[in-house]
């Protein structure tokens, strides 16, 4: 079984208050080990901003989705918040090889044909290419237009075309603004907005780049815990403000994350309604292989059983995963038809005078059933709950009768041996000898 060799690229880590240094990185999947006890993840230098290559062996890992989960620790022994990204992992999964590219073309509205637009210059054979450069729009009308693109690899294979739109004015002139030195710096946290000037300032020097930082302090108060978001904006030099930006920060409990649920059940179909606290994320494992990723999801199971339905709740700080056996009681064979042996060209048979006898159902759901036959030689007819078989003339062989017993929305099924001999019939004249 080959599976995804999961590659998390580069990842980047930034530590700015006060400038300490990041010395350790280490990542877990899933399930949290507890700080400090991931897997390391070697660092080149120890800086306040740094980045690395991180490449994740799956090959353990169940097929489905997944949650990385990566936090570093600064010179001070302080770690950081979890940073974490979904992926997922196929089974028989093959890496597709990439091919080098040779040729970008683009044309714009009309589409001239493969290998006739407008061709632009690729220095070096590339599986990925970034060019820059200026389309001539002379000619063009005022309005909307259509900017395609296509490639082709080394073994002439083209691309599929890629489309974006572009607004032309008539008689257009760019605006180029002058650049203005920043000189306010303001925050708020979760809002509501106190208005320009009411947020929370930082002292900064006037300049066209400006990097800043404050000290928050947490409250006590536990209602508190959990996701917040920090929005800033800018002034300029010219009494203008930029857009407001927002960031986001957990505040955890000192318990992390926890998790818990109640649920009811409707025959075989459950909802459920959750009782966690600081989660962010939600998987539910419905123990047949079906995932769902809401808070309270509402799922209806196509079969009966016993199942260990489990939540996982994720947020920055934690993963709390709470699990309940939940039992759908499922129509059950109480007293099993025994396999049949008939003659060939016999009379049909009652094979079950009282199919209640032979299921009963777990919460004493009304049954209903029916039946069928894998040979069509084989005559299959149910009255009520009586079902009985016979065969076609001349016919001997196997075959097997199916009995289903439905209840609640659930089924069960009794599968029979039905076994047709042969029987070798005594030779007659078609008409008797004359006397010799």
């Not at 002034?235 to 409990?253: M, P, R, V």
Request: with cysteine; hydrophobic share 35%.
């Amino acid at each position: 079984m080959n599976k995804l060799l999961f590659i998390a690229g580069l990842f980047l880590f930034l530590i700015e208050a006060n400038a300490q240094q990041i010395t350790l990185a280490e990542y877990f999947i899933d399930e949290d080990p507890g700080v400090g006890n991931g897997i390391p993840i070697g660092l080149n230098i120890a800086d306040d901003t740094v980045e690395a290559a991180l490449t994740i062996n799956t090959e353990l890992l169940s097929t489905g989705e997944h949650l990385l989960v990566i936090r570093v620790k600064d010179d001070n022994g302080n770690w950081s918040l979890s940073n974490y990204s979904r992926f997922y992992v196929e089974e028989n999964y093959t890496i597709p090889v990439s091919q080098n590219l040779n040729n970008l073309e683009f044309f714009i509205d009309n589409d001239p044909g493969i290998g006739n637009g407008t061709t632009l210059v690729v220095s070096e054979d590339s599986s990925y290419l970034n060019l820059n450069g200026i389309i001539n729009t002379t000619g063009l009308s005022a309005g909307n237009h259509k900017l395609a693109f296509r490639t082709r690899d080394a073994e002439g294979n083209w691309s599929l075309s890629n489309y974006s739109q572009f607004y032309l004015e008539a008689d257009y002139s760019p605006y180029i603004p002058s650049p203005e030195k920043i000189k306010k710096v303001e925050y708020f946290i979760d809002g509501p907005d106190p208005g320009f000037h009411q947020a929370d300032s930082i002292i900064i020097t006037p300049s066209f780049l400006v990097e800043a930082s404050d000290t928050l302090l947490l409250s006590a108060d536990t209602s508190e815990l959990g996701r917040h978001a920090v929005l800033a904006r800018v002034l300029s030099e010219n009494d203008e403000w930029s857009l407001t930006a927002i960031g986001e920060y957990d505040y955890c409990a000192p318990e992390g994350v926890l998790g818990g649920f109640s649920y009811e059940k409707d025959n075989n179909k459950i909802a459920f309604t959750d009782s966690s606290k600081y989660a962010v994320n939600y998987i539910w494992d419905m123990d047949n292989g079906d995932s769902l990723y809401t808070n309270e999801p509402i799922y209806t199971y196509s079969q009966g059983g016993i199942y260990e339905i489990c939540q996982t709740v994720y947020s920055f700080c934690d993963t709390t995963i709470t699990c309940k056996t939940v039992n759908f009681p499922t129509p059950r064979i109480t007293d099993s038809i025994p396999n049949i042996t008939i003659e060939e060209d016999s009379q049909p048979i009652v094979v079950s005078k009282n199919l209640n006898l032979v299921f009963s159902d777990g919460d004493n759901d009304p049954l209903s059933f029916s039946a069928f036959s894998t040979n069509e030689n084989i005559l299959v007819t149910i009255e009520e709950n009586e079902v009985s078989i016979g065969s076609t003339n001349n016919f001997f062989g196997e075959a097997l009768l199916i009995v289903e017993a439905e209840g609640g929305g659930v089924s069960a099924f009794d599968t029979v041996n039905v076994s047709v001999t042969y029987i070798n019939f005594v030779p007659e004249a078609k008409k008797p000898f004359n006397n010799l």
